[in-house]
C-alpha cells in the first residue's frame, strides 16, 4: 500500500514541469488536509501495537516525498534562471544602429572662436535686446535723426522709437549706463538690416568690443586687434587701419588683413586690391560717454565691431552668405 503510494507521487512529480504545479503537488501530499496528513492521522484508528511500525512507514515515505519536492523544486528553479538569462542576453554580433551626429553650426563655429579669443584677453561677454529702442541704436551713439543707416531702406521700424538692432554696437550704452569704468567686454549677436543679395542677409552677426578705462589709448586698440587677428586668421597675415568714420568713435578707423586667398596679390575676392576689410573701429567719441555720464577728461576708450558671416565667408571660401541660413545638409555637414 506504501508502495503504491509512492509509485503514484513518483509518477505524479515526473509529470510536473513548473514551480506553481510542484507546489500544488506539494499541498496534495504533505498540505493539512493533504495524503500523508491524512495518512498520519488514520494511525489513531490502528492497534496500539501496529503503530509504531505504521508511523515508521509513513514518516519514511514523507521524508521521501519532501526531499524529492525539494530537489525538483531547485532543479525547476535553475532552469527558469536559466531561460530568464538567456532571454535577457544581448547578443553583440547584431550591427548597431546609425544614430546621426549633429554639429555646429558654421557661424556658431566662428562665434565661439572669435569669442574664446577675447575672453583669453580678459573681455567678458555681455548681451543685449535685438529689438531695440532707438535711443540705444542711434541718438545715443550720435548717430543723427538725419543720418543714412536711419532709412527705412536699411532699418526695420517696429515703431516710431522702436527698431530690430541693426548693431551691436547698442549694447555699449546698455553696458556703461550699468557699470562704473573699468569696463571691457565683447557682445557677440543677431542684428538686423533690409538687406538681401549675395553678401547681405536680413539677419546676420556681429561681435561688438568695447573697452574703457583711464589713458585707454589707440595703440591699446592697434594691439588687442593685431592679437585677435593674428590668433583668428595665422600669425603672419598683415593688418592695415585706414582712416574712416563711424559717429560714435573719434577717430575712426577701417581694419583690414591681407587677402588670405590670394595672399595679396591680387583676386576676385579682394577685388584686386590685395587687402579684406574686416572690423570697424576707433576712440569712443566723448559725446557717446556725455550721454551715460562717463567724465571724457576722466576716461577713454576704445570700440570695434565686425560681421561673423563675412569672416566665416572668408575662412571657408563660402561666396554666397545664403548657404548659411538654406539649411542644406550637404553644406552643414562640411563643418
Ligand atoms: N556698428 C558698426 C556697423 O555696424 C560697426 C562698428 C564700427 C562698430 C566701428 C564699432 C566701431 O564699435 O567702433 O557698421
Known sequence: MME??????????????????????RVKYLGRKGIITDRLKSLS??????????????????????ADLDSKESRLKQEELKKQLLSDSVDVTL???????????????????ITDIFVKMGFSVEEGPEVELDYYNFEALNIPKDHPARDMQD????????????????????VMEKRKPPVRFIAPGKVYRCDADITHTPMFHQ?????????????????????????????DTPVRFRPSFFPFTEPSAEV????????????????GSGWLEILGAGMVNPKVFEHVGYDPEEYSGFAFGMGVERIAMLKYSIDDIRMF????????RQF
Open 4 to 25: 503504491d503510494l509512492k509509485k503514484t507521487f513518483l509518477e505524479e512529480i515526473s509529470a510536473v514541469n513548473n514551480l506553481s504545479d510542484l507546489s500544488n503537488l
Open 45 to 66: 484508528a490502528l492497534p496500539h501495537e501496529e503503530r509504531p511500525l505504521q508511523g515508521k512507514k509513513i514518516n519514511e515515505i514523507k521524508e521521501f516525498i519532501e
Open 95 to 113: 550591427s548597431g544602429k546609425f544614430v546621426p551626429f549633429g554639429r555646429q553650426h558654421p557661424i556658431n563655429k566662428v562665434l565661439s572662436e
Open 155 to 174: 532699418t526695420f521700424y517696429i515703431s516710431d522709437d522702436i527698431v530690430l538692432r541693426t548693431h551691436t554696437s547698442p549694447v555699449q550704452v546698455r
Open 207 to 235: 561681435v561688438e568690443g568695447f573697452m574703457v578705462d583711464k589713458g585707454i589709448t589707440f595703440s591699446n586698440l592697434k594691439g588687442v586687434l593685431e592679437a585677435f587677428l593674428h590668433q583668428m586668421f595665422g600669425a
Open 256 to 271: 583690414d588683413i591681407g587677402c588670405i586667398l590670394c595672399g595679396g596679390a591680387g583676386c576676385r575676392v579682394c577685388k
Open 325 to 332: 541660413y538654406e539649411n542644406d545638409i550637404r553644406f552643414l
